[in-house]
């Protein structure tokens, strides 16, 4: 267990290596001046060529590639994750003050899909094809089609006619302001878990109609066990290891989708910092984040594989 | 969710097994096949199907100019004028979502051809050669893919700059790891086929056996992923125009009309936010079970597990 552990982790480290560089290369080698950028189209073209050069040195741009990139590392090692063209805050800052409130969209939404998706799952996969599996099939299919910032908006607008309700605006901590951090939490929460929901209940009713094919299964029904504990102590085990995985792998799409979702509700999270960002162009804020995101993407997955080696010893002792 | 799609180990087996030989004479008989078989994947096929034949014919039917604006009818809801109602500048909301269809089905084709075509040709090449080729593909594929999807086309999309052009490149490049796995995967259990070992034995060189003898068993196999692809590149679409980055106003997407919603007012006005996103799920729906039942037909004994 301890060799994969190592060999894992080994890996995931030449993985954030090769990410840092791809995202470097991306966003600042691909064309596209930052300086258009900051001044607009319009005040590129107004500055003179000195000026241009004189910011771009200040900026740090206009020493060569390899060595931007090491500083840069160098800055992030150090903590320094840079300034927004735009804004006074840095970078630092705003993603301790707004990332807790996307874990948290994402950790709910984690919660919720499991919730939702196992059960149906399992409802659908004791009678495949009954009316039950079939409304179950039709609701997973129809969320997996439904773009998860637009049934925000819905029901932002929903709760707005029907309630003249409005999540509050300003950011809240779960531990100073628990209600309003909820009130805040709980839409963007609900869109994404219903959309991972979606695959759960696909992958977990597939699974389990295969394992409960398998012979073991057949023979602990064959003893005399009732079909409840046969479902719930052997076959469900067995056939939610690849959902783990799944949902691993959708916590990390959460990420990425909780930029859209929440701009939708116009919730005060990391999201919406890297859809502002994007926005205005801001070079600087777009990398460290987008690099961030990916790190997050890429523990995610080793503690995924971890996970499953743990709890699948045909993997560990390979 | 957006653009998530993890590809399952089930829906990897169900692509990877699908290889069957199909000739054009069959395509007739093949579509009267599908339709008995399955109906609704039919129906969906339909629907898909319409809504291209509409946006490729928007010019002729749209009842109004979608750029054009009429200051007497601004943000008004659905009425017989303008059954979708009209925009915060008084455009016709109606032909805004047909042509927004035209922009967000051009630019998810033009991601899965470029995108999903290239990374299958990578997956079909890495997949045959193996060795070193293989396992250099396999640790730039895995790279590309430790990026979520949507968060690598915003940061490519961002850096090339608004545009019809940059934002198929940026959707393109999120799909070719996705394509290139799922075909080598298919190419790899192909390799130990007993008609390709008979067809190397007759001394069929590496080059002929790739092309003619492997490359046809994937053509399957890449329908059922391009289907689905482009349902994943439209929402894609949807949510890079959401953000700012995708095609900039005044072209209509889908995207773009639903961030516009958001600059109407306090309040955006229930029918912009309708419709436009309506239509993507519309689509994006058709497609999947499209995508799902060609897979069915393809591969019968997945039937009752997926």
Known sequence: MYSYIVRRLAFGLVTIFAVSVLVFAILRILPGDPLVAIFGMEGFTKLSAADRASYMAQLGLSDPLWLQYLHWMRDIAGGNLGHSFFRSESVGEMIARRGPLTAEIALFSVALSWIVGVPVAIVSALKPNSIADNVSRFFSIFFLAVPGFWLGMLIVLFLLFVFGYKAPLAGASLFTDPVANLQIIVGPAIVLGLGQAAYIARMARSSLLEVIREDYVRTARAKGLSRRPVISRHALPNALLPVITLSGILLGFVLAGSIPVERAFGTPGLGYSMFTAVYERDVFVMQNLVFLYSIIFVLLNILVDLTIAWLDPRIRYR | ?306
Not at chain 2, 145 to 167: K, N
Not at chain 2, 219 to 228: D, K, R
């Open chain 2, 1 to 306: 969710m957006t653009a998530a799609e993890p590809d399952s180990p089930l829906a990897l087996e169900a692509i990877a097994t699908a290889a069957k030989p199909t000739g054009p004479r069959r395509v007739g008989r093949g579509l009267r096949l599908f339709a008995r078989r399955s109906p609704m994947s039919a129906f969906w096929g339909c629907i898909a199907a319409l809504i291209i034949i509409v946006t490729v014919a928007a010019p002729e039917l749209v009842p109004y100019d979608p750029l054009k604006s009429d200051f007497r009818a601004m943000t008004k809801p659905p009425t017989e004028r303008h059954v979708f109602g009209t925009d915060q500048i008084g455009r016709d909301v109606l032909s805004r979502v047909i042509y927004g269809g035209r922009a967000s089905l051009t630019v998810a084709i033009g991601a899965v051809a470029f995108g999903t075509t290239l990374g299958a040709l990578w997956g079909l090449a890495s997949g045959f050669l193996g060795g070193r080729f293989d396992l250099i593909s396999q640790r730039i594929i895995e790279f590309l893919q430790s990026f979520p999807d949507l968060i690598l086309a915003m940061a490519i999309a961002m850096a090339l700059g608004a545009g019809f052009g940059t934002v198929i490149v940026a959707i393109a490049i999120t799909r070719i790891p996705f394509g290139g796995r799922v075909i080598r995967a298919v190419v790899l259990s192909l390799k130990e086929m007993s008609y390709v070992e008979a067809a190397r034995g007759v001394g069929a060189s590496r080059l002929r056996v790739m092309l003619r003898h492997i490359l046809p068993q994937c053509v399957a196999p890449y329908l059922i992923l391009a289907t689905t692809h482009l349902g994943v590149a439209i929402v894609i679409e949807a949510a890079l125009g959401f953000l700012g980055v995708g095609i900039p106003p005044p072209t209509p997407t889908w995207g773009n009309m639903l961030a516009d919603s958001l600059n109407a007012g306090l309040v955006p006005p229930w029918w912009l936010v309708l419709f436009p996103g309506a239509a993507i799920t519309l689509t994006v729906l058709a497609f999947n079970l499209l995508g799902d039942g060609i897979r069915d037909i393809l591969d019968p004994r997945l039937r009752s597990a997926v």
